[in-house]
């Protein structure tokens, strides 16, 4: 498969950052990569597709273009998948499972067309072998993905397997982690590639430590994907690609090295430091961060100028646990179902007094955050945690009172009319 065809989806927004990404990654031509809403689609051969799932951290998976053409019921879905060489792929002996997305689709029913692709794949390799695989819903060896437009079908295997933000570490997590892959696209919108040339960077309220976690593997060129195993190693077809898959991984693990710039982090909460602590541990950057529990509103700058990076706590991520009244932590009232209001006017004095000269980049569903911090956004980027629609704002933080002209218009990555 010298020209694949794949297809990287990412999070709303992120389309941009992942293409630059993929570029620097493969050192393709920016004629091969080609932005969608959506994703990213690539023109490369096997090779590439390890390097993605190997290095991406904005990419949700690795999709492979099997097979696309028109249809109009499931038998048109039926004889698609049946022109594919399924033999090449699997044996009988191992496993697999179709899962759909659809727009505007006139089939009625996506299990049905999930099931007529399966039968297709069990038809050809009976017919080929005298056996047929069976269906694995939880860990399958040929992951098959079938997208269904309005007239159009496209067919994918699944390279990665599970979804890329799984890194491998992860084992103990608070009540609503940030995904690894929103926390590389805060911080790639921000630039923060933890270069030397990157200012050190703090989360203060790091909850389970991801933005912190993701921040250290780029400061000590940790490839995301070096401690999991990817679908595409079990699937025929890169049988013959297994040794320059072990050649890209040794690649991968001799690029470690000490970090080049500072990372910090703390919570409130002595029991989200500890899960963070630990989850650095297993990340293999327990010695590049900083931790230290501490309240936010509080706590001093570690150094003289630098990042701060955080995605603080929201009604949509985190349900209320209580209504107490004493909290010394104005955070811990607004976790704990006090006023956010409360909280981020804090916040921001504290910034006015204590980090001047810092920026600061904030994600939250909150369009009025800049109102509620009584400070002006030098920058907006539209990003989606989930199904939440969410905005990135940057501050430029001065002592005092650091509101703008009120005619300064902040950059905005936004679409006109968005």
Not at 96 to 118: E, G, H, M, W, Y
Not at 236 to 250: D, I, K, N, P, T
């Amino acid at each position: 498969m010298t020209d694949t065809v794949l297809f990287l989806p990412c999070a709303a927004g992120v389309e941009p950052l992942l293409a630059d990404e993929v570029q620097r990654i493969t050192a393709l031509d920016e004629r091969d990569i080609e932005t969608l809403r959506g994703g990213v689609r690539v023109h490369g051969d096997l090779r590439t597709a390890m390097q993605l799932n190997l290095h991406s951290r904005l990419a949700q998976r690795v999709l492979l273009e099997l097979v696309w053409g028109p249809y109009h019921d499931e038998h048109d879905l039926y004889d698609l998948a049946r022109s594919v060489p399924w033999a090449d792929w699997i044996t009988p002996r191992q496993t697999l499972r179709v899962d759909s997305t659809a727009q505007r689709s006139p089939l009625r029913s996506l299990n049905f067309a999930n099931l007529r692709i399966k039968d297709a794949v069990c038809d050809v390799m009976r017919e080929r072998t005298g056996e047929r695989p069976s269906v694995d819903t939880r860990h399958p060896e040929l992951p098959l993905v079938l997208h269904l437009g309005p007239e159009q079908a496209l067919l994918y295997v699944d390279l990665s397997g599970e979804a890329l933000f799984k890194r491998g570490w992860r084992e103990v997590q608070g009540e609503a982690p940030l995904k690894e892959t929103l926390a590389a696209a805060m911080l790639a919108a921000a630039g923060w590639q933890g270069r030397e040339s990157d200012a050190p960077l703090l989360d203060p309220c790091c909850g389970a430590g991801t933005i912190a976690i993701e921040a250290a593997q780029l400061a000590c060129g940790i490839a995301p994907g070096l401690q999991r195993r990817f679908a595409f190693e079990r699937l025929g077809v890169f049988r013959g690609q297994l040794g320059a898959w072990r050649e890209l991984q040794q690649a991968a693990r001799a690029a470690v090295h000490a970090p080049r710039t500072q990372v910090f982090a703390g919570d409130v909460a002595f029991r989200m430091t500890d899960f963070a602590a630990r989850n650095a541990e297993r990340a293999g950057v327990a010695q590049a961060i900083q931790f230290k529990t501490a309240d936010a509103l509080q706590r001093p700058a570690p150094v003289e100028a630098g990042v701060l990076m955080l995605n603080p706590p929201y009604g949509e991520r985190l349900a209320p646990k209580g209504h107490g009244q004493a909290p010394a932590a104005a955070r811990e009232s607004f976790e704990g179902g006090g006023s956010s209001v409360e909280f981020f006017s804090g916040l921001a004095a504290h910034w006015k007094r204590n980090y001047a000269g810092w920026t600061a980049w904030v994600l939250t569903p909150d369009m009025k955050l800049p109102s509620l911090m009584r400070l002006k956004e030098s920058r907006r980027v539209p990003m989606w945690n989930g199904p939440i629609e969410c905005r990135l704002f940057r501050f430029d933080l001065v002592a005092g009172s650091a509101r703008r002209d009120a005619s300064a218009t902040p950059a905005s990555d936004e679409n006109p009319g968005s």
